[in-house]
């Protein structure tokens, strides 16, 4: 299985800042130059949501202070300027190859 | 809107069985497949398998498979999961969502989640 290793555990951001949220995948989840790497949001107490997917497609109605990016294994959700709605866990998903596969999420609060 | 509503919350014993319900609305049902994904505090989203709204051909992740059963009612757009030989592993909030298959493999669109309880 393809295992996705999520950095930070959490982090706290302060308003108006930046946050990244990285996820390392064990090996590559490209398919005909697409990186089928995808993003979610959950907020305390609710479903998750779709943020960004294949790497760097925003959902419709995801704001552009949300986008996606890779270097190599390793895919970086940056958030900026980071609001007081964004306090949520963030999961990053790949969809190459089956079983689909989550990280362990990353905890994004407000300083 | 699209739109994934499910059944309630289950409270059931061990070794029985439960089955929950997820019925979509606001889409075509079958253009797109339901995926069903496990939410725990320590193993965080797994994800159970899938089932072909159309054909109800159906995935599933290994380790759910004989644990979880996917099926699907074309004519009453709903899909539906059962758990068996329940135990106090299986305790767990179960999300189903709408499958992109074709566009890279995530979910657009969740249900609210069903809180499963296993416990004598």
Request: hydrophobic share 30%; glycine share 10%; aromatic share 12%.
């Amino acid at each position: 299985n393809i295992v996705l290793t999520q950095s930070p555990a959490s982090l706290a951001v302060i308003l108006g800042q930046k946050a990244t949220i990285s996820c390392t995948a064990s090996e590559s989840v490209n398919k005909f130059g697409i990186n089928l790497m995808h993003w979610y949001q959950q907020k305390p107490g609710q479903l998750p949501k779709i943020l960004i997917y294949n790497e760097f497609s925003r959902a419709p109605g995801i704001p552009a202070r949300f986008s996606g990016d890779e270097a190599e294994l390793n895919f970086t959700l940056t958030i900026e300027p980071v609001e007081a709605d964004d306090v949520a866990t963030y999961y990053c998903q790949q969809g190459l190859t089956f079983p689909l596969t989550f990280g362990s999420g990353t905890k994004l609060e407000i300083k | 809107q699209v739109q994934l509503q499910q059944s309630g919350a289950e409270l059931a014993k061990p070794g029985s069985s439960v089955k929950i319900s997820c019925k979509a609305s606001g889409y075509t049902f079958t253009s797109y497949y339901i995926s069903w994904i496990k939410q725990t505090t320590g193993q965080g989203l797994e994800y159970i398998g899938y089932i072909n709204t159309g054909s109800g051909g159906t995935n599933y992740n290994e380790k759910f498979k004989g644990k979880a059963t996917l099926t699907v009612d074309k004519s009453s757009s709903t899909a539906f999961m059962q758990l068996s030989s329940l135990t106090p592993d299986d305790s767990a909030v179960y999300y189903c969502a709408r499958y992109r298959s074709g566009s890279g493999h995530y979910f657009d669109y969740w249900g609210q989640g069903v809180m499963v309880t296993v416990s004598s």
